[in-house]
């Protein structure tokens, strides 16, 4: 890595969190800045727009989540949908910010750049489908409710969790991940 490019990554997580904080239109490229003890005109070397962070953070964080989730080798389906949960919640919930900003901010991106992001959403709600579909069909779970539906539920309870998850509470990322499979897909029985 470059120090061009590590220099980059720094801005992209002071911004993660500044955005986080104080929300995507609150922020100003003068307060990254700011956080980072660099002048504002140094900012603009390594990004061209506020914008631009919005966007590629975005696109970095269904990139990390998708990655993350693909990567689940089980063959069985509820072990394989157990595998994409907790790997899901732990890509999250390790860079909490930039998922929380890139989740609650998505509105904040032009058309085309939001279009963008939303087609790699969907092409992640297609895989979360594909799996709670074989789930369906192998173990008979969630019978006459459409994949599509079960996988609006968990996500949105596995994406939740980047609001009230503290580094510092009771559970690790590992362990929310793996108890909101067991919630999920309780033994059959």
């Known amino acids: 890595m470059s120090p ?32 980072m003890n660099m002048r504002k005109a140094s900012i603009y070397h390594h990004i061209e727009t506020k914008e631009t962070l919005l966007y590629e953070m975005s696109i970095s964080s269904m990139q990390h989540i998708r990655d993350a989730a693909e990567g689940v080798t089980e063959t069985d389906p509820e072990e394989r949908l157990r595998g994409m949960i907790g790997r899901h919640v732990r890509a ?78 009771p559970e690790s990322a590992d362990k929310v991940g793996d108890s909101f499979a067991d919630i999920f897909l309780p033994p059959l029985g």
């Open 4 to 35: 061009t490019s590590g220099r980059r990554e720094e801005i992209f997580l002071a911004a993660a969190e500044m955005f986080w904080a104080k929300g995507y239109h609150a922020t100003s490229m003068s307060d990254i800045a700011a956080a």
């Open 92 to 169: 999250l919930l390790d860079d909490r910010s930039k998922h929380a900003t890139a989740l609650v901010e998505l509105r904040s991106l032009a058309s085309a750049e939001r279009q963008q992001v939303v087609g790699m959403r969907d092409e992640y709600d297609a895989l979360f489908d594909g799996a709670v579909e074989a789930v369906q069909t192998r173990y008979g779970r969630w019978p006459g409710i459409p994949p599509r539906l079960v996988r609006l539920a968990l996500l949105g309870m596995l994406n939740w969790s980047v609001f009230w998850f503290s580094q510092n509470g």
